[in-house]
Each structure stands twice: as structure tokens, then as C-alpha cells.
């Protein structure tokens, strides 16, 4: 993931401190001095580094702290508003910016309204793809988008995006004989205000700094369209030169959020960060993968909470509440009072984590678990469970509901199902033993009160804490036990979400589960 070699860096430089009782003059420099070199090395631009240490020195004053006062303390929440405050794009904690229609906070389109969003960016920034994954989002949640297509300087751009509208089923408009994108894209609004799209969403042209051509038919498109937004989409693997390029842009038209994209990669991130400074804009989403749900809102605290290893609860439960249907929640929950673990149920679960994107994103929302999952091991797990899933569809209803599945399979049945799934003997033999070993530590899990509402974890009951988290750990497989730090790290996992809207909570452990 892009800028994660930034986030480990900074958090070991704050780590550091820990080995020491007092910090004095000498380490905070040291620590500094670690903080802005992995900066300068993820090629963060150089005045943004400088303003950062700056602003750090002065908020982590040693000379004036009062006595009682944690200096380690202090030095982690000024590094954390710091790397806030330049991916709000200001780049500035002491001073953020706002101008035209950008808020610092997160805009949203209003639902019912006259919407009209213009994408502007660099050649192969991904906009076309990110038009597409932007109108997907706003349609799950109830918009009616539309696409319009004003690109008529790269081949293909048309073709493309309709490709994409197609699949993902919105609306798009766009022309094989007009030349002159002003007058596509001024068509393309009329269209759809027509037909009373509540968000229009412009593409337009990618294009370089230079080509000033170019930038005047920005200008035309968004005169005649009237954009109520204006969003820069930004390649995150982009070096230093992304600056120049972004502030060219941002002075051209009013540009009022920013969307990242790429964030998948293995990129420095340094230059599009600083180029999201140039923009003075927020970033609203990043782009996470090729796929149109591979799209995340932006949310500044959680993405540097979870750069620096502290996790994101928050985000974590809102996902969970999000992606697991309360329907199949409840069923598991069935299940494990009653220890019957099913092959639908099972393949429910897989349809669960599938529509939770990468594993990986999960767990680095879980402080101290980011780097559980070990490299290759995922796609290695997908591969996997989408074998699996394969073996269960070519399964009669009698077999996906039979309480004892692993159990009722003959070798002329299995023959059959690997036969219809394409699928080796082999891998239906692994399938029928990790359902019958998840069943198994179904069984172990029997009996145990998820907490939360209800629960048998009261905040003032430890006692009964300690017990669920016992019969937790000892269901779990070891090297999973091992992984999050025996009982203790549950414990701690657990000491976090204290505070937690109970009722939010009990969603977010059952669809954990
Ligand atoms: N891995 C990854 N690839 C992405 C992401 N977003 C876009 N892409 C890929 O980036 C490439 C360029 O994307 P386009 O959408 O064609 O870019 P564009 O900005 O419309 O290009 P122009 O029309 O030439 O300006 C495509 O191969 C996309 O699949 C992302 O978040 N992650």
C-alpha cells in the first residue's frame, strides 16, 4: 500500500521514545530528525517538510510543558494533527484554508438536487475509471447518477467509459461525431437534468501543465456545465513533479476535493501529498484497486491512525455494520448456540468477506494487526475460498443445509460435484475438512455471550470478560492466537472498543465473527 513504508517509519521514530523514561532536548531531536527524513525519502516536498518540524518543535515545547505533561504523549498527537493536516490539504495545522466550494471537511452530493460534478486530472490518472466507481458508490446509496463523457482527445475514452456504465448499469451519454467536448458535455447535463439525474457526473480530457489548449477546454466545459463540484483525481504514485502539474490545475478551475487513486500500489505517495497541498482541497475518496468497489470515502484521522499502526475501531465497525446483513449475522449467531455449522452458512461467510474487500484493509483497522496477513497470503486465500465457493454451487440444496455435511459426502457424490465445478478431488477433500474444522471450533465457541449490549462483558464485570475471552482463545487455531498476541492482545483488542455504542459493537463482533 502506498505510503506505508512512511507510516512504519514514522511510527518506529515515535516507538523509539518508549525505551526512554524521560525525553529530553537530545531525543526529540533525534526523533525529528527520523520523522522528517522518512518524509523527505517518500518524497514529501521539502517546504512542507520544513513548515511540518516547525509546527511540531513549537506545539512540543520542552522547556515550557508544565510538569506532569507527557512529552511523548504531545509529540505523537502534533505529529498526528501534522500528517491531518497535510492530507486536508492544507498542508498547514496552524492554518487551513477553504476557498470556493471546498470545505476542509468531506462534501457530499444532496440527494434530489441538481448535482453536477466535473473530473479533471492528468493523462491516465485513472479519471474514467474513477467517474465510474464514483457514480456505483452514489447509486448504492440511493442517488440516480449519470455519466457524461467529454473526452474526445483520447481514443477509446468513450468506448471505455461506456464499457464501464454498462456493466455497473448508469446512465451515460457521449458522442463518436462530435468533436468539440463543450458541446458534448453541455448536451450530456441537459440530458440528464432532463430525465432528473440527481448527480451528473463530466468527464473530461486528461492532459499535461503545458498544454494550455487543453486547459481552455477545461475552462469551456465547466463554464457551459456549471459544475457544482470540481474533483482533481490524482495518480498516488506521481512523484514530486505532480505539484507543479496539480497547482497548474487548480488555478485553472475551482477545484473543491481531490480523489487519490492507486493507494493499492507501492509508490512513495510523498509528491501526490504534497500535490493535494497545492490543490488546497480535501481528498473525498481513494482509489484502492482497478475493480468499481475498490473506491473508500476518505476519512483524514482514520487513514493516518491507521498509517501509524494505531488502527481505526471506528471505521472498522462502521464497515462491519455496513457489510454484514443483519440477516446472516443473526444466523451465525443461531449457530454457534447451537454448534450446527452448515455448508451455506459457511459459503454465506465467504460472500461476507468477499464483499469486504482485501482482508489486509480489515485488518490494519485493528491496532496492531496490520501485518498479520503474510505476503502472497492473500491472494492465496482468495484463490482459495473462490475455489470453494465454485464446489458449493455445483451442491444440492439437501447438501448445503445438511447439519452434517462433511459427513454425508460418498466418493460417487464428491466425483459428481468436482466434476460440475470443474474442480479436483483434491480440493474437495480440503473443503469438506476446513468445514469440518470451522464446525468444530464452532463447537468450542458455544455458549459464548457476544459483548455489548447484554453481554456478558459489562464494563464492570472483568471477571466475566476474562472468562469469554478465554473460551474465545482457546476455539481459536494457535497460529491465529499466536498472531494477535494470546489472550493479552485480545484483551487489549478488546480495551478499545470500550466506549463503543454497545449496539454498534454487538453488530461489529457478530459480522466479526
Ligand atoms: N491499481 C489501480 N489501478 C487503477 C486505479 N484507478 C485507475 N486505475 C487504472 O489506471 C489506468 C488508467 O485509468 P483511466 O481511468 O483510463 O485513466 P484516465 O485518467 O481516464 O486517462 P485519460 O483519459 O488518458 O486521461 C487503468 O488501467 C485503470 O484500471 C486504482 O485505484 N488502482
Redesign the pocket.
Known sequence: MVLNDLGNKIASALRSLNAHVVVDEELLDACLKDITNALLASDVAVPLVVRMKKNIVREVDLDNMASGMNAKKVLERAVFKELTALLNGGGDASGTKTSGTKTSGTWTPKKGKRNVVMFV??????????CTKFAHYYAKKGFKPSLVCA?TF?AG?FD?LKQNATKAKIPFYGSYTESDPATIAAAGVKRFEEEKSDLIIV?T??RHKQEEALFEEMREIASVTEPTMTIF?MDSSIGQSASDQAKAFASTVDVGGVIM?????HAKGGGAISAVSETKAPILFI????HIG?LEAFETTSFVSKLLGMGDIKGLVEKMNEIVPEESAEKLMEAFGSGTFTMRLLYEQFQNLQNMGPISSIMSMVPGMADMIPKGGEEQGTKRMKSMMVLMDSMTDAELDAPNASKIFNVKRMERVCRGAGRLPSEMITLLEEHKRLGKMMGKMKGIKMPGAGGARGRGNPQAMQQQMSQMANALPPDMLRMMGGQQGMMNMMKQFEGMDPKAMQGMMKGMM
Request: aromatic share 0%; proline share 0%; net charge negative.
Open positions: 486530472g492528468l493523462q491516465g490518472a485513472g479519471k474514467t475509471t474513477t473526452d483520447r475514452a471505455q468527464d480530457s486528461g483525481v487513486t492507486k493507494l493499492d500500489g482509489g484502492t484497486g482497478e475498490e
